[in-house]
């Protein structure tokens, strides 16, 4: 008999599947029309009805299957109100049948954190540019992010009725990413892809400093992310602390397994353990090829700006 799939795999398979109802619920919220919209900070920090059932739902259904695992989600919920109808607990065969990579074989529960983003690019759903919207599920160990899962509910949505809305991508180090076509950035253009809501002097004078051939400006980490690897943009830059860790876990894991680099502005990687601060302080540089192009040109004046 096989022996049963070591414990990352377990959890990346049931992550992929959450993530699917996830998706779910995403487009139920937004089909009944009544989005619940709270704005948490009165900046412009918008929460949806999508953002808390969706939380719930993924936190809920792998609490329930992995009871010792840290999971960590963006927006603060009691628990208590979680309904039958919102846990999930199919896993994903196609991912159980991987090969565990042998250095995270051995890893016990207590030892992954899980960071998770129920609705990355809050704001885009709100305004109906759903293909901005992605969920995210990071999964950290040691911390550093070794899979992730990103589901983007609304893949297609602009291709007629016949078509397949949404996709689930998932990658584990050591093993690749799938569920997308892997395309390079056209060779010797430069083109940024940045924050469309969360601009500042700071984020666009790193940008002229980069003297990029075009910028392109979308909400979501997870959806800048998915430019890169598809080769739509060839830098992701973003000079202000806005980002969390929720945000970049799941795109991290994605973008390094398949070779891209992602850091701050000063090029410090990022940290995933569960005590670390949530804030991404010193912004975001990512890259699937050429980070030492970027990083380079990335004007001093602004890294002073911003602290890790």
């Avoid at 792998?62 to 999930?88: M, R, W, Y």
């Avoid at 980069?210 to 060839?234: F, H, M, T, W, Y």
């Avoid at 975001?284 to 004046?301: G, K, M």
């Amino acid at each position: 008999r096989m022996a049963s799939p070591a414990l990352l795999m377990r959890v990346v398979a049931s992550a992929y599947t959450v993530a699917e109802k996830a998706a779910t619920i995403v487009r139920n919220v937004m089909a009944a029309g009544d989005l619940g919209i709270v704005d948490k900070t009165g900046d412009n920090d918008l929460q949806t009805k999508a953002d808390r059932l969706v939380q719930m739902s993924i936190c809920a259904s792998l609490a329930q299957k992995f009871p010792k695992v840290t999971i960590i989600g963006e927006e603060e919920l009691s628990t208590d109100e979680v309904t039958e109808e919102l846990i999930e607990d199919g896993q994903c065969e196609e991912i159980l049948k991987k090969t565990c990579p042998a250095q995270y074989a051995g890893i016990k529960e207590e030892e992954l954190v899980i960071w998770v983003d129920p609705l990355d690019g809050t704001k885009e759903y709100t305004e109906g540019l759903l293909d901005h919207v992605t969920v995210l599920i990071g999964i950290a160990y040691e911390g550093k992010a070794i899979a992730g899962v990103i589901n983007q509910p609304y893949y297609n949505y602009e291709a007629g009725a016949d078509a397949v809305l949404g996709r689930t991508i998932w990658g584990v180090l050591g093993i690749g990413a799938f569920g997308f076509q892997l395309t390079e950035a056209p060779a010797g253009k430069h083109i940024v892809v940045t924050t469309r809501s969360h601009s500042s002097t700071l984020v666009n004078d790193c940008i002229s400093a980069l003297n990029p051939d075009s910028v392109i400006r979308v909400g979501g980490a997870g959806n800048k992310i998915i430019q890169l690897i598809e080769g739509k943009a060839s830098a992701y830059v973003f000079a202000s602390p806005g980002c969390k860790k929720w945000d970049t876990c799941a795109p991290e894991a994605i973008l390094h397994a398949v070779g891209g680099k992602i850091t701050d502005i000063h090029g410090n990687s990022f940290q995933y353990n569960k005590e670390v601060k949530h804030m991404n302080s010193a912004g975001v540089l990512a890259t699937l090829r050429n980070y030492d192009y970027y990083a380079s040109r990335i004007p001093n004046t602004v890294k002073q700006s911003l602290v890790p």
